[in-house]
C-alpha cells in the first residue's frame, strides 16, 4: 500500500513538473490606434516573449473612439488589460487614479533609472502627489503633410509665409481641386488638431499654459482670433465645400489617391500611407504651417501621445513594468518604435544610430525640430483636457465650420466647460516627484 | 423519485420549470441590469470610483435645465417619427404588395430582408460611404440629371436625421414586412371575395379589410419599429456621432456621450431611465388606443 502511495506521489509530482516549468506570467496589453499604427507593439512583443520565456505578452489593439468606453468598465471591475496605453495630463487620468485603479510607477521609475529616458517635462505631466502614475511614452506632432508630385505640377513651392500659403491654396482651387486642404471633420477629433495647433501659434506656450495651469481663459484674445481664423479659412473654401460632411478615413483615402493635396496630421498616419500609397508613398512630404499672422512664431505642436498605466489589482504587474521598460527604455525597443516611425521619449542620439526611420516620420520630425527653439505646444488639447471640454469644443469647432456660430460664443461656451470641471475638481494639477 | 406527470403539483410545477431558463437569464440579464441603471441614476458615479454618494434627484433636476437633453429628445422623436412612418407604413404597403405578387416574390422578399440581418456596423460603414460628398448616391443623382439634390448628406444640418432615419429603415424594415405578410396569411380570403362582390377597389379592400384584419399584426410591428428606434445608436454613432454639431443627437449617443466619454454614469444613466420611462408611455399610449378601437 505503502509502495502504491510512494508511486502515485512520484508520478503526481512529474505531472505537475512540465506544468511548473512552462508556467508563465501572463501580460494582457490594450493599446489605442489607428490601423497600422499600433503593428509595432505587436513586433515589440513577440520579440519580448521570445527573450523572456517566462513570460507572454499579449497585445490586443482597439480603435481610438471604443477604446476608452471599453477600458474604463473593465478596471472599475478589477479586470482589464495588465497595461494599457491612456491619456494623460490635467483631465482624464485623475479619475483613474483617484479611483485606486492605477499602480504607482514611482519605485519602478527609480529602479530602472527611467530619469535618464524621460524627461521631467513629462514626468511632470504623469504624476501627482510625489508619484508615477504613468510612462509618458512617446512624442507626437503635428504637420502639414502635402503631395510634392501635386505642388510640382501645378508649379507650387513650399509655403513659408501666409501670402505664399493663400497663393498656394487658391492656385489649387484654380487647378480643380475643390478641397485643397482635406480635414475630415465629420469624425470632429481632427478638427482639434487644428485648434490645438492655431490656439498655440495665436497665445503661445506661455498662453496655453496660464489656462491650463493658471488663471488664463480660453476667452482671451488669442484663442478667439485663432478661431475666427480658422472660420475664416473654412468659408473661404480652403477645407472644401462640406468638410463636415467628410470623415477622416475618407479624406486619408482621397489625400494618398492624390485628389486632396493637403492635411494637416501626424506621424501615425504613416504606417497606413505607406500601405495605402505603395511606391508613391514618395510623392509626400510634410511642412510646418506658415505662420498665420506677420511677426507671429511657429510653435511645434509636440504632446505625449499617451501615457502608459500598469493595473493596480493586476497579480503580474512585475511583468508588465518590465515589458514597458523593453519597450521605451532599452536600446532594441527604441529602434524598434523608431523604425515603425514611432518617436520615444529621451535622448534619442543611441537609437537612431541604429534605427531606420521611414522618410515621412523624418520629414515631419524635421518640420518640427526646425523650430524647436521657438518652444513648443501641446498637439493634441482634446488629450489633457476634460471629456465635458471636449465635447463642447468639438461640436464649437464644427459650428465655426459650418458658420452657425461666432469665434466669441465659441471660446464662451469652452470657458463655461472648463469652469465647471475646474469648479468639480476634474482637473489634475501638474505633478512631479521627488528626488531619492 | 419523479413527479406523476398528472399530479396537481406536476401541473402546476411544469410551466414553471420550462419557464425558468429563459426568465433567469432576463433577470440576469435584463432586469437586473435595468434595475442597477436606476440605482445609479440617483447617485454622483463616475464609472471609475468604486464608492458613489446618493444624489437623490438631482440628475434628473439637471435634465430638465439641460439644453442638450432637450435638442436630443427633440430629435429623439423627429428620428422615430421617421423610422415609424416608413417601417410601418411604407412596410405595410410592401407586404400587401408581394402578397399578390408571384413570381420571383422569394428573390424581392429575400432582398428586402437581407439587411436585417446585416451588422449594424456594416450598415453605418455602408451608408457612410454612400452618403458621402463624393459618395454613390450623389453620383447617381448627378449621372441621371438630378444633381440638384446632390447633398453632403452627413454634413448638412437640416437633412441628416433624416437621411440617418433612412439608412437605419433600410436596415430594419424588413422584419416588419416578413411579420406584415404572415399576418396578411391569415387574412380570410373570403373576406376579400365578398368585398369585390360589394363592388371594392383594391384600395378600398386594403382599407376596409386588409387594415382591419392586421390590425394585432400592426400593433406588433408598430412596438418593435418604436423600441428598437428609440434604442438606436452604432449607425448614428459610427456615421456622425451626433453630429454635425448636435444635429443628429439622440438620446442614446447624448446618453453615451455624458455616461462612457464623459465618465458622468450617474447622469447618463438618468438619462437612459428618461428613454425607458418614454418608450413605456409611447408603448402603453398606443396599446390603449389599439384597445379602444378593437372595442
Known sequence: MNKMIKISAIAAAISVLPIAAYAQSEVVVWVAGEPGQANVYDHLASAYNEQNADVNVTIVKNSSDLFNPALIPALSAGEGPDLFSFGTGPGQPAALIAGGLVADLTDAYFANDWADVIPQGIVVQTSSDGKLWAFGNEVETTGMFYNKAVFAEHGISVPTTWAEMEAAVAKLQDAGFDTPIGLGAADKWPISHWQSMMFGRYAGPEGIENVLFGDGAWTDAPFVAASAKLQEMGQAGWFGPTPVAIGYGELMDRFWAGEIPMTLTGPWVINGGAEAAGDRIGDFSVFAVPPFEPGQKIHPTNSIGSGWYVRESSENKDAAIDFMNYMFASQEGRVTLLNAGTVPVGPLDAALSEAQMPPLAVDIWKASDDHAANGSVPAFLDTITPGSLTTVSYDGLQALLLNVMTPEDFTGEMQSAWAAAKEAGEIMLPGGIAER | ?295
Open chain 2, 1 to 295: 423519485m419523479f413527479l406523476d406527470p398528472d399530479s396537481k403539483l406536476a401541473q402546476r410545477l411544469n410551466p414553471v420549470l420550462f419557464l425558468l431558463p429563459a426568465l433567469t437569464i432576463y433577470i440576469v440579464f435584463a432586469i437586473y441590469p435595468t434595475y442597477s441603471v436606476v440605482e445609479y441614476s440617483f447617485t454622483d458615479w463616475d464609472g471609475i470610483r468604486p464608492d458613489r454618494d446618493f444624489v437623490g434627484l438631482e440628475n434628473y433636476q439637471r435634465l430638465f435645465s439641460d439644453k442638450i437633453f432637450w435638442e436630443a429628445f427633440r430629435n429623439t422623436f423627429v428620428w422615430s417619427g421617421v423610422i415609424i412612418v416608413i417601417n410601418v407604413g411604407l412596410g405595410l404597403v410592401i407586404a400587401a404588395m408581394l402578397a399578390r405578387v408571384w413570381k420571383a416574390r422569394l428573390l424581392i422578399q429575400t432582398c428586402i430582408v437581407l439587411p436585417v440581418v446585416i451588422s449594424p456596423m456594416a450598415v453605418a460603414t455602408i451608408w457612410r460611404w454612400m452618403y458621402q460628398p463624393t459618395g454613390v448616391i450623389n453620383q447617381v443623382l448627378e449621372t441621371i440629371g438630378l444633381g440638384a439634390f446632390a447633398t453632403p448628406w452627413l454634413g448638412s444640418p437640416n437633412v441628416v436625421l433624416y437621411a440617418l432615419a433612412f439608412a437605419h429603415s433600410w436596415s430594419t424594415i424588413g422584419l416588419g414586412v416578413i411579420i406584415f405578410l404572415a399576418g396578411l396569411q391569415a387574412v380570410d380570403e373570403d373576406l376579400y371575395e365578398a368585398a369585390r362582390v360589394d363592388g371594392a377597389n383594391p384600395l378600398q379592400s386594403f382599407r376596409y379589410v386588409t387594415l382591419p384584419a392586421l390590425r394585432p399584426v400592426t400593433a406588433v410591428v408598430f412596438i418593435l419599429t418604436l423600441t428598437q428606434s428609440f434604442k438606436v445608436f452604432d449607425i448614428v454613432w459610427a456615421t456622425t456621432q451626433g453630429g454635425p454639431i448636435r444635429f443628429s443627437e439622440i438620446l442614446s449617443t447624448y446618453m453615451y456621450k455624458r455616461g462612457a466619454l464623459e465618465n458622468q454614469y450617474g447622469y447618463g444613466s438618468a438619462i437612459g431611465v428618461s428613454l425607458l420611462v418614454i418608450v413605456s408611455i409611447a408603448t402603453i399610449i398606443y396599446m390603449q388606443i389599439q384597445n379602444k378601437e378593437d372595442r
